[in-house]
């Protein structure tokens, strides 16, 4: 499974990117794809999950209603919107699928969860 992300760039705070996630080598729709994010200095975080199994969606609570995750399973792409960007929302934003497509709901937060991942893409709020 290869996965492209992209859609990062400069943004003023209060506007809004779409990261989308490419997924080639697999076209099960089952797995989940996960998104995370790094800031420098800081550890990898999670952001937002989509879960294929059930179609749920997870948001860590910083997202506050601002993100929204999606998939176009005709296009075997996943979406990332960002509304109300923040500059502490500066960081390399990365999607990963995750290692089966029975992941449960309670570990779907955990990166380890995940085997494959995209190269990044750097999303920068500016004040």
Known sequence: VQLQASGGGLVQAGGSLR????????TD??????????????EREFVAAFRGMNSNTYYAP???????VSRDRARNTDYLQMNGLDPED?????????????????R??????????GKGTQVTVSS
């Open 19 to 26: 990261l989308s996630c490419a997924a080639s080598g697999r």
């Open 29 to 42: 729709s089952r797995y989940a794809t996960g998104w995370f994010r790094q800031a420098p200095g800081k």
């Open 62 to 68: 910083f997202v506050k209603g601002r993100f929204t």
């Open 90 to 106: 500066t960081a390399v934003y990365y999607c990963a699928v995750s290692r089966s497509p029975g992941i449960i709901a309670g």
């Open 108 to 117: 779907i937060r955990d990166s380890a969860e995940y085997a494959y991942w």
